[in-house]
Each structure stands twice: as structure tokens, then as C-alpha cells.
């Protein structure tokens, strides 16, 4: 998931947020609200509407108020709406998930079997344009519904009473509980959502709960908005914190004097905040399944076609001075799109990341030497020996995304003949910007939807939603296709095929690796039992306050 994504905030929250500080540079003890739990954000809320988001941001807010089938509670998947873990029938083909009676929207309309059938639906319906439709092939007849040739009624779901949903699917799926944990999978009333049609999921009114939260008083942009238990939940009893309030601040140095202020429990650092409070009480690096890259548009810069240029664009940048010197918060460089720790060979155990790590370690490297030869030969490959080229670099616009833009800048701009201008502009652009092709290179992200590389290998098939820069192998598409289709139900084979499938991207560099994510988290000491799951997403009904 976009975290295709990551990184922002807004003036007006900085703003906001300085003056706060200036008020007063200390709150008593009695002045902190005991129900309530502040966190620092990276950028406002795109949608809360869950066939239409593709971000972290919003993921996180959907996780908090609303619910599917199951929810991770650490590395491993619980029960939610569904009463138990299901196993499939008909060779791996059927899931029958019985769902509980006592679970309501905050409306007070009971949560049902034709909830699920609706918003999958809706999803997948083209007149919807989720770009995360194509993360339901596999379902029966998902495919060709996404695709506008088959009717959305086709689909392989449906409520076989009240609270019982049955699922067909046309292929095994070996992950396929752990990816409906997604949002993408989440129920929504039909009734809100035909009432508000394409305004649903845009500010608070348009919306209901069936998870432990309901957001209110949110407007669709605002820099800061709460949380508040919904009592309606159905393990509301489970629930401890009664608030949540989130606050963008862009600026880390203006989140940590709001934190040491007593005026946020939680704040994001990065940068030289990060490396001033290594060490302390309350810090900690939370690693992440997530990745960020330069993604090159080859559509719209014909010279991005060769992979000797992908490949010295890629050898290029140093990428332990970039994590370690600039952004210093706990990211690791990597020579990967796939984040390690994340995946493991079902009969080794080994990291899919080390199993590959040969063919990243060869084409993704840094070597400047290397990188100005193969710029060399690339140029001369497609005719452009001796020309100068000026692209603009895309990017957010948070203080440390500047700076580690900034720092790509310099590294890019030693290859000979080579310009690179800056453009930085709020996460919500950069998305817009990235579907309609607006951009020469892109410094974006993506963070697993659920723990296995295919999550990652999928973005760049040639007819990805989410493949922005339109690189397209055919070889590639193969093993990403084999996996998924004629070897899913064979887990060695399955894990050679995507395998084989990342050795070729490592060599044809359809986007250039960066780093892994990690965040580096101050948390006050009142703040107890915050849990993640394998997507990076936290899980706020363990979360509890200590006053």
C-alpha cells in the first residue's frame, strides 16, 4: 500500500502547531487528558472510503474504525466480524466465513454477510475506478469484472444467509487470509454509501463505524482530527483509550518541542531530531514492511526504456549516506523493492531478500564509476551520445523529504549531461500526479498489504494500476502469472517463480531501491501496549494510557 505514499504534512499545520508551542513551553500533569491519546501525523486523510484509498495514512485511519473479516494482532491474524480462522473447501477453492450476530454500524444497522457482498462489489465495479480493484484477481470473475467484461453481479461472493458469507475463488490462494486484513476487503453500508454516492468516505458525515473508532468532526482536509471509541463496537469492552487526536506536523524539530511540551503523546522524528534523540526514553525504531524507490516514467522519457540507463541511474546513489547522513531515522538502505524480514522460504526459512540478494547486490550497488560507463552506453544504445538531459525529480513536500530529494539531486546530476530540477509537492498531489504520468522521476513508496513478496512483484506487471513509470517485461509478467495462477497451490514452486520474477527486476531495474522503511517514534511513558501488524499498520484496541 502506498505509503505508494509516505512522507508529507502542511504549512498551515506547521503553522498551527508552532503556536501552540509558543503558548507555553510546558503542561502541567493535570492539564494532559487522561482519556486521550495525541499522535503526530505525516499528512492530512485522502478518502476514508475504502475501495477508493491506496495510502498508509488513510489505512491506518480505516484499521481504527473500521473492521473485516479478521485483524492482525502482531505477526499473526485474529477473528473480527468472522467468529473464527476459516480453512478452505473444495480444493482450496471455498471460504465460508460465519460472521458474528452482535456486531453493528455506530447507526445502530447490524453489520451482515450482504455488507461484505456490496462493498466488494463496489470495488470492483469500473464505474468505481478503485485503483486497488486488481487486488481482488483470483476471486471468480474478478478479473474479467475489473476489466468491464463480465457483469459485477458475477462475482464469486455472496450471503448465503444474514451472517454467512461464502467466497469462490477460481484459483488457490495461499495468502488469502491474511490479505483480506486489508481495508480494500472492509464492509460498507449500502444504504450510507448510495445516500452520499462519490462524496462518501470525504468528511464525517458521510460516514459510519463498525470499528472501535468513529472519526468526527473531520471536513476531508483538515490538518488535525479525532478519534472517539464507538460504543456500538462489538468488543467495545476491549476498547481502553475513548480518544484518539491526530495532528499533521511536517517539521520534526516543531513535533519534538510539542512532545517535550506535553501537547503530543507520540511524534514521528526524522532527520537531525531523530539522531538528537537516539537513545532516549520513549525512542524506539519501528522497522516496517515497506519500501521506497525512484520509479523513472518510461512512457513519458523514451531514454528510460534502456536498462543500461535504469541501471546507472541506480548505481549512482549512495544509499548508506543517504540513510544514515540524511534521513537517520531507522530507514536501511537497500538494494531491493522487496523489504526483508518479511517473507521465508516454506521449507528453509531464508529470506526471499537474501535468496535474491546476488542480482540486487550486481545491478543496484553503488558504484559511480559503473554508473557513468553504463550512462555512457545507454546513451550511446539509443542515439543520444552526447546530449544533456534535464528531468524534474518528484517528490513530497516534508522538510526531510526535501532534504533527502535534494540529496538524490546531487548524486543524479554526476552522471555527464544530466540536469535534475526539484519539484515538491503535497502527498495528495503526488499521488494525483503519479496516476496521470505527471512526472519525468518519482521518489514514491509501498508498504505490504500482507506479508508475502507478491504484494511488492505485482506493482510493476505491465498492466498494474499502480505500475506509474510503465515499465513492462514479458518474462517478468510470466513468473509474476505462474505464481499466482498454475503454481499456487505448490509453495517451492510458487516461491521459485517469484523469485525468478525479482532476479529479473533486479536486473532491469524498473524501479530504482532505496531503502527500507523504518520510523523512528518517540512515545511518553503513559502510552502503553501499541501493536503492529506485518503491514506497519498499529493496532489500537490493545493500546492503553497509564495516567
Not at 473485516?68 to 480462522?85: D, S, V
Not at 454500524?105 to 465495479?125: E, H, I, Q, Y
Not at 524534474?392 to 544530466?418: H, V
Not at 513478496?453 to 506509474?468: M, W, Y
Amino acid at each position: 500500500m502506498q505509503f505508494k505514499k509516505l512522507f508529507v504534512a502542511s504549512v498551515t499545520a506547521l503553522l498551527s502547531a508552532s503556536v501552540l508551542v509558543g503558548c507555553s513551553s510546558s503542561t502541567s500533569k493535570s492539564q494532559v487528558p487522561k482519556d486521550t491519546i495525541r499522535i503526530s501525523e505525516k499528512d492530512v486523510i485522502s478518502t476514508m472510503d475504502p475501495s477508493m484509498n491506496t495510502d498508509v495514512i488513510g489505512a491506518q485511519n480505516l484499521n481504527n474504525t473500521m473492521e473485516g473479516l479478521y485483524r492482525f494482532r502482531g505477526k499473526n491474524i485474529e477473528p473480527a466480524l468472522a467468529t473464527k480462522i476459516v480453512k478452505p473447501t473444495n480444493n482450496g477453492l471455498t471460504y465460508t466465513f460465519p460472521l458474528r450476530t452482535n456486531s453493528k454500524w455506530s447507526n445502530g444497522d447490524p453489520v451482515t454477510a450482504d455488507d461484505f457482498v456490496f462493498a466488494w462489489k463496489r470495488t470492483l465495479n469500473p464505474k468505481t475506478k478503485s485503483t486497488y480493484a486488481y487486488i481482488f484477481e483470483g476471486i471468480a470473475n474478478a478479473k474479467d469484472i475489473a476489466a468491464g467484461k463480465k457483469p459485477v453481479n458475477s462475482l464469486g461472493v455472496k450471503a448465503l444467509d444474514k451472517y454467512t458469507l461464502q467466497v469462490n475463488l477460481e484459483k488457490p490462494i495461499p495468502y488469502f487470509n491474511e490479505l483480506i486484513t486489508s481495508p480494500t476487503f472492509f464492509p460498507q453500508n449500502p444504504k450510507v454509501v448510495n445516500k452520499w454516492g462519490k462524496k462518501y468516505g470525504t468528511n464525517s458525515k458521510t460516514l459510519i463505524s463498525n470499528g472501535p473508532y468513529k472519526l468526527v468532526n473531520w471536513n476531508g482536509t483538515d490538518n488535525s482530527w479525532t478519534e472517539v471509541k464507538n460504543n456500538k463496537y462489538w468488543n467495545a469492552k476491549k476498547v481502553h483509550i475513548q480518544k484518539i487526536q491526530y495532528q499533521v506536523v511536517k517539521d520534526a524539530s516543531t513535533a519534538l518541542n510539542l512532545y517535550q511540551a506535553k501537547k503530543l503523546d507520540r511524534i514521528l522524528l526524522s532527520g537531525d531530531s531523530a539522531k538528537q534523540m537516539r537513545g532516549s526514553k520513549g525512542y524506539k525504531i519501528q522497522k516496517q514492511s515497506s519500501t521506497f524507490y525512484l520509479e523513472p516514467n518510461i512512457k513519458r522519457n523514451p531514454i528510460f526504456k534502456n536498462a543500461k540507463i535504469r541501471q546507472a541511474l541506480s548505481m549512482s546513489i549512495n544509499r548508506k549516506q543517504l540513510t544514515k547522513k540524511v534521513l537517520g531515522d531507522g530507514k536501511v538502505e537497500s538494494n531491493s523493492f522487496i523489504p526483508r524480514n518479511m517473507s521465508f522460504n516454506p521449507k528453509t526459512k531464508q529470506d526471499f531478500v537474501a535468496e535474491t540478494n546476488s542480482s540486487a547486490v550486481a545491478f543496484n550497488s553503488y558504484n559511480l564509476a559503473k554508473a557513468k560507463k553504463l550512462w555512457q552506453e545507454g546513451l550511446a544504445e539509443t542515439g543520444n551520445t552526447g546530449k544533456k538531459f534535464n528531468f524534474t525529480l518528484l517528490g513530497d513536500d516534508t522538510d526531510i523529504a526535501k532534504k533527502q530529494n535534494e540529496f538524490l539531486q546531487n548524486q543524479l546530476e554526476r552522471l555527464p549531461g544530466l540536469k535534475i530540477d526539484l519539484t515538491n509537492v503535497p502527498f495528495k498531489s503526488r499521488l494525483t500526479r503519479a496516476k496521470s504520468g505527471d512526472f519525468d522521476l518519482m521518489v514514491s513508496g509501498w508498504s505490504a498489504d500482507f506479508p508475502d513478496p507478491v504484494t511488492f512483484l505485482t506493482l510493476f506487471t505491465t498492466d498494474s494500476s499502480n505500475n506509474d513509470g510503465k515499465w513492462s517485461n514479458l518474462e517478468y509478467d510470466a513468473f509474476v502469472s505462474k505464481s499466482m495462477n498454475e503454481d499456487a497451490n505448490n509453495p517451492m514452486a510458487r516461491w521459485q517463480d517469484m523469485k525468478n520474477a525479482q532476479n529479473v527486476a533486479n536486473e532491469q531495474v524498473p524501479a530504482v531501491p532505496l531503502y527500507q522503511n523504518g520510523e523512528a517514534w518517540l512515545t511518553s511513558s503513559r502510552v502503553k501496549n501499541i501493536d503492529y501488524g506485518p503491514s506497519g499498520a498499529y493496532n489500537m484496541i490493545s493500546t492503553k494510557l497509564k495516567n
